[in-house]
């Protein structure tokens, strides 16, 4: 047995013990990630280096990084070497690019298979085929189809959510786009009022992913719902975070995204 730890000691200290445990790491249980964009503003902010669970949601057929070269085939046929665990509707979610793999974003995931999304000039609407948390019958809501849709659920638990004005508000590139008959993921559609709305029913085993800064963020409602094959995991801390003027936020690191939720909710209702 002692022979059989000096050998896995010295395998461990070597070179190549030291690249297959970091390549294990990396493949298997947690990998970086740089937020690089403002889709996700309050919640994360550009500049927070973290750490991708990469086992939340099953273990996704491992690849290079930076080279995202697959080093074994998909044998499930679904992106994962190990299935597991599906995205919950109000996960943040890091994902591939169903329309250009090699590439990462993070987003929240607002809506499962068999939910139904409306997008007014308002915002966000939510009808849910199943039961939720997240359903509240004292909300903002509308019908459509025949079915309740609730406004934005997730925008009174997660402190991040917000509707910034832009000069080109989402709805208002969504209206463009559809206008000039350029393809969009969702369907223009009059509500019972008259006015425009675009309207998505995700399917089985795919997600809705939204940012948290509602209108400034290229998401699910101009490509598309995400399959659970592009699922990646979700974050789980923040090692290092810095502003534009490379300003270290001391505040933010080793924090995990949970907390950071929860004390910005916690000074929303205060205030």
Same mark, same amino acid.
Request: hydrophobic letters at 40%; glycine letters at 8%.
């Given at each position: 047995?002692?022979?059989?730890?000096?050998?896995?000691?010295?395998?461990?200290?070597?070179?190549?013990?030291?690249?297959? @445990?970091?390549?294990?790491?990396? *493949?298997?249980?947690?990998?970086?990630?740089?937020?690089?964009?403002?889709?996700?503003?309050? &919640?994360?902010?550009?500049?927070?280096?973290?750490?991708?669970?990469? *086992?939340?949601?099953?273990?996704?057929?491992?690849?290079?990084?930076?080279?995202?070269?697959?080093?074994?085939?998909? +044998?499930?046929?679904?992106?994962?070497?190990?299935?597991?665990?599906?995205?919950?509707?109000?996960?943040?979610?890091?994902?591939?690019?169903?329309?250009?793999?090699?590439?990462?974003?993070? !987003?929240?995931?607002?809506?499962?298979?068999? /939910?139904?999304?409306?997008?007014? !000039?308002?915002?966000?609407?939510?009808?849910?085929?199943?039961?939720?948390?997240? %359903? /509240? &019958?004292?909300? %903002?809501?509308?019908?459509?189809?025949? #079915? &309740? +849709?609730?406004?934005?659920?997730?925008?009174?638990?997660?402190?991040?959510?917000?509707?910034?004005?832009? &000069?080109?508000?989402?709805?208002?590139?969504?209206? @463009?786009?559809?206008?000039?008959?350029? #393809?969009?993921?969702?369907?223009?559609?009059?509500?019972?009022?008259?006015?425009?709305? *675009?309207?998505?029913?995700?399917?089985?085993?795919?997600?809705?992913?939204?940012?948290? =800064?509602?209108?400034?963020?290229?998401?699910?409602?101009?490509?598309?719902?995400?399959?659970?094959?592009?699922?990646?995991? #979700?974050?789980?801390?923040?090692? +290092?975070?810095?502003?534009?003027?490379? =300003? @270290?936020?001391?505040?933010?690191?080793? %924090?995990?995204?949970?907390?950071?939720?929860?004390?910005?909710?916690?000074?929303?209702?205060?205030?």
């Amino acid at each position: 047995m002692k022979n059989i730890f000096l050998k896995l000691y010295a395998f461990v200290n070597s070179w190549v013990g030291t690249i297959v @445990i970091v390549l294990g790491v990396i *493949f298997f249980v947690a990998q970086a990630f740089v937020i690089p964009s403002g889709s996700m503003l309050n &919640t994360l902010l550009i500049g927070d280096n973290l750490f991708v669970k990469k *086992f939340s949601y099953g273990i996704p057929t491992p690849t290079i990084p930076w080279l995202e070269m697959q080093v074994l085939p998909d +044998f499930n046929k679904n992106g994962h070497l190990i299935e597991g665990y599906r995205p919950k509707r109000g996960d943040i979610v890091i994902f591939r690019d169903p329309n250009a793999p090699k590439i990462h974003f993070v !987003k929240r995931n607002v809506a499962i298979g068999g /939910d139904e999304i409306l997008y007014t !000039k308002e915002g966000l609407w939510v009808y849910f085929s199943s039961d939720s948390n997240y %359903k /509240d &019958t004292n909300a %903002k809501s509308l019908s459509f189809g025949g #079915k &309740t +849709f609730y406004y934005d659920p997730y925008a009174k638990r997660h402190a991040g959510v917000q509707y910034i004005d832009e &000069t080109l508000s989402a709805f208002e590139q969504l209206r @463009i786009l559809s206008h000039n008959g350029e #393809k969009i993921a969702m369907e223009s559609v009059r509500l019972a009022n008259g006015a425009l709305g *675009f309207h998505a029913v995700v399917r089985e085993d795919e997600y809705f992913m939204m940012g948290d =800064n509602r209108n400034n963020s290229s998401d699910s409602r101009f490509w598309g719902a995400v399959p659970y094959r592009y699922i990646v995991g #979700k974050p789980w801390f923040i090692y +290092f975070s810095w502003d534009d003027a490379f =300003n @270290i936020r001391w505040e933010r690191i080793g %924090k995990s995204v949970e907390s950071l939720e929860k004390q910005a909710l916690e000074a929303r209702l205060e205030s």
